[in-house]
């Protein structure tokens, strides 16, 4: 039983579609996860081995550490950046392979360092959900000058894209450092209008990435304690929970469960 659980209000339990949390795993030890998850565990949904993180680390630790995500009721997979150069490379089908071994439910499917065609993007799509893998893809370029190409109706028509392929759900873009990408602008605040429009695209499929404290309240304020959050460093999982559950003065009263 939790603390002053009389006082305090449950929230969706897993597995959960909505009010999901996807953690940034930036190559954390296992004692590490295994301490997080200990204490912030029922509140992690995803856990992505950012970048290409998972390529500098044994078999054996990428194992144990996705068997341990696993446990938890978290769904582990290794970023897209990871999935680009294995594109690059033309070892996808040995990249799909590699990651089932090392225990990964999950597949990023992305372009934001490269570019790939929709039929590629499709394929990929396709195959990764034909190997039994829950899959993620992502929207955005993480060159700001390159994702500034991209409109409002661009992100619309790929979001659309993507969840027609087969994608699971859609990662909007704002890289670590949220700002001057997709719906932020380069001081980090949301772009109304912009998420507006892209929320009105098949909205309970998208997880905004939000690694800013004022970005995860802003879109807990606008679209309630379980919109789908991402990018959330390790060390803010239960800081964002308390959020959601208006247990801290930005949205103290201003949520509902």
């Known amino acids: 039983m939790k603390a002053f659980n009389f006082i305090t209000p449950d929230r969706l339990t897993k ?18 996860v295994e301490d997080l998850l200990e204490v912030s565990g029922e509140y992690v949904d995803l856990a992505k081995f950012g970048w290409g993180t998972s390529a500098l680390h044994t078999k054996d630790l990428i194992k144990d550490k996705t068997e341990m995500y696993l446990s938890y009721d978290i769904n582990p997979y290794p970023g897209g950046t990871l999935f680009e150069l ?10 799909l392979n590699e990651a089932d071994k090392l225990g990964f439910k999950a597949i990023e499917i992305s372009d934001g360092s490269t570019n790939i065609s929709q039929k590629d993007r499709k394929n990929a799509i396709m195959e990764a959900k034909e190997h039994g893998f829950l899959v993620i893809t992502e929207v955005g370029k993480k060159d700001p000058s390159e994702d500034h190409k991209l409109d409002v109706s661009n992100r619309i028509d790929l979001i659309n894209f993507d969840i027609n392929a087969g994608a699971d759900k859609v990662l909007i873009e704002a890289r670590e450092g949220g700002k001057d990408i997709g719906i932020y602008d380069e001081c980090g605040n949301v772009k109304e209008d912009e998420l507006e429009a ?35 460093a390790h060390e803010e999982v239960t800081a964002l929970e308390t959020m959601r559950r208006g247990l801290r003065g930005d949205t103290l009263g201003k949520v509902d469960l």
Not at 86 to 95: M, R
Request: net charge positive; glycine share 10%; charged share 20%.
């Open 15 to 32: 597995p959960r579609k909505n009010g999901i949390t996807m953690m940034l795993d930036k190559g954390m030890g296992l004692n590490a």
């Open 198 to 232: 892209l929320a009105k695209a098949n909205g309970e499929k998208l997880i905004w990435e939000a690694p800013l404290k004022n970005q995860q309240t802003y879109l807990i304020l606008k679209f309630g304690a379980n919109v789908n959050l991402g990018n959330i």
């Open 86 to 95: 294995a594109c690059l490379k033309n070892k996808f089908d040995e990249f």
